[in-house]
């Protein structure tokens, strides 16, 4: 755990970008205090910072022309979805200006039949899905929160469907992005294929607003399955329960979801639902397909978690029951929260070949428990990515230190086992010094394509890479 | 088409760098006239380049001491795998030091239970599936040479795999690659997810040896499927074979492939191949799953493609009629020349979002009927991404004159749709003024990373940008 320290606003008081930026976009630029507060702050424990002024976008042009005057006073652009990131990616460290995409919520355009839509930056994961509901067509990535697909595409989001559907990275087509001159570019065609030159698209998604602003996004949309089942089964160990994760990925079968919730996350959805599942390890399925094949699949399935102790599938076949049985795994955080009345949580995502889960899982679980603290452990464990949030009273210095430390030795056995830092959080200021540890040499190719497209620092600098 | 003329070589004679890379490397370095000239050529109608000598490298290590003397001394590095690319990627335009990394052929690793495995630069896509027989594991990426893994993740390769499996684009893991300056870095850890920074591998997949020289590659591999099964059906239009294809992608039925031959490509297969299918419009299918699987998955096709008009599936179910099945269809370049012989291919490979690649192929069909050229059309239809062969006469300037000028047509075409002027084979050299009409702004973000990573412009100059 990082803390960059906030030095001086970069924007000079007497420098006139405020005026000038409000007589771009009159009065949807706010300087309240309130406004401000809560722009600078993500759902994360990391500190918050404030931006010296909010301006409400609403066109990619608007876009371009606020970075073109922030440009020119060499003062920082934040981009701001919904705030739902994890890693202080909105913070504002240097002071600069917030540009709030959230009400730039156009469905460009939906093409059914190539199975892609253009939408703007501000449109939520939920929304999409809501306005995609009589086309027969769905948006498959689906990270806890109700984010916005700029805010996914900028963060490389992924969530309990990326094992079978990929993350943003494989789902993004394209982007229009205002670059920190204020240039707007295209990364890509509407084509499912391209080697057109380097992979814009893919530079662009992952880099946390500090290359430019993701204005629009058009992404990949799938069928709805003919069939859909979710299946929910306890084990006896967190052991048996990763194994079974193991076989299943090895053998191929092409699960839709495969989540993992730990005795105390069951606890904690128990207490924040009102639900009564067994407080046990417990593996979240889904299986999508034809009605045939969701039955083999689920058959399959059923047969390796048995063979690791594992109970018989407990069903949810109707819309309603799955939506429900869904909402209680998205909810995980809050009732992971709810486990402590008043605390925070230190909350990570490291991701590791699948391989290495058990022995990751196990040896985590062990360093926890020869700890005071409560910690509970969830995650998307068909990709070897896993959460734990580690409870902590927010005044208490020695158990945000204790916390701190048993985080730092779980990123370092992730990356001792060849896995990540960050499996879909991102890097933000919070991961800076493990993406150093991680990838070394790399990390300075980053730091010269940062200088390249954004010589005076000023996208949402502090994040990602120090220049 | 364009041609970059050749500047002078900007190897100095009397530098002493052929020198130094002999003491380095010994006898595996060559100036021999027939090396050179061998080097300087891929498998395309572009003017090939000589490099001023070339290097047989061994290991990373090696290479990266070539670029240090390269960079030293100014002098471009050409990376060079097996010469199968087809737009001019490997000729050297301003001279220089060609990097062969065909001597690397190590399978570093396979990690049966993660379904990946890494290998050098050098090894060939048959090379690493033979030797995955026993593991129960392929690698689906199948260009139609047998091409390096490190020449097709610097291309971004596909070939018939790509509408199930994807392209090196979702199938790179991660790449150790030489910067320009020598230094040695590795892009990304082996876990399947990962939000750690910039996506450094898929900046690299697709960058031509333009940014740096590829020696290793870590790719994901695939279960075999337990059944497989490949069919055969003709159809009386080429709008109808195409409209089949586009309401199988729409339906999401799961494809391993989905192949066009229209009847000048049948006619030529029949041929080369001395076979005896029909010589009409025709799509190569094959089905990947389980048993029941295979048999719904083909049902509902032959379904579609009767309602278009199609014959009935003739199936090659048995390894050995589906090796030979695929074969005629990788071999359709060679069976395309063979319609005219002494004739080079003017090849290329747009890509369009599939529900205008009726209307993209119709046009283009007619466009060629138009001309006085036998020009074949075959495709990787699932994707929107198909190649013509315009054969000309290599001696009539006319001929390649009238064969340019329907190509520029054909990629205008596509662009117009919201194409792609290059699916898979790349830039090269040969696309250069293509790319900035597909991503005008686009390129010039491209040029400054290009600028940025590489300042002196010795890593393939002449490709992708011109700087």
Redesign the interface.
Known sequence: MNVAPLVKSRLEPESGLIEALRSLVGDRLSTSAAVREQHGKDESYHKPYSPDAVVFAESTEEVSEIVKLCAKHKVPVIPYGTGTSLEGHVAALEGGICIDVGNMKQIVEV??????CTVQAGVTRKQLNEYLRDTGLFFPVDPGADASLGGMAS????GTN?VRY??M??NVLSLTVV?SDG??????????????????T??F???EGT?GVITEVTVRL??I?EAMSAAVCSFPTIEDAVNTT?LT????IPVARIELLDDVSMDGINKFEKADYPVAHTLFFEFHG?E??VV?QAKMVQGIASDFGGSDFQWATKTEDRTKLWQARHDVYYAMMALRPGSKGLVTDV?????RLAECITATKADIDASSLIAPIAG?VG???FHIAYLVDPDNQAEIDEAAALHDRLVMRA?AM??????????GYG?IDF?NA?????????R??K???DPDNIMNPGK??RV
Chains 1, 2 share one sequence.
Do not use: F, W
């Open positions: 093409n059914v039949e190539d199975l892609d963060t490389r989001a992924s990326a990929g993350t990275r494989e670059l240039r707007i570019i295209r990364t890509a065609r509407r084509s499912r294929k391209s080697a057109a030159g380097y992979d814009l893919r530079l998604v992952g880099s290359l799938y069928g399955p193991i990925i090895q053998s191929g034809t045939a094949g083999e991701c590791v070949p699948v391989s998307h990709d070897g990515n990356l060849d896995g990540t830092c960050t499996g879909e959080h991102g890097v991961k993406l991680e990838l070394g040499e790399g990390v300075s190719v980053m010269s394509i200088m390249a497209l990602i890479v």
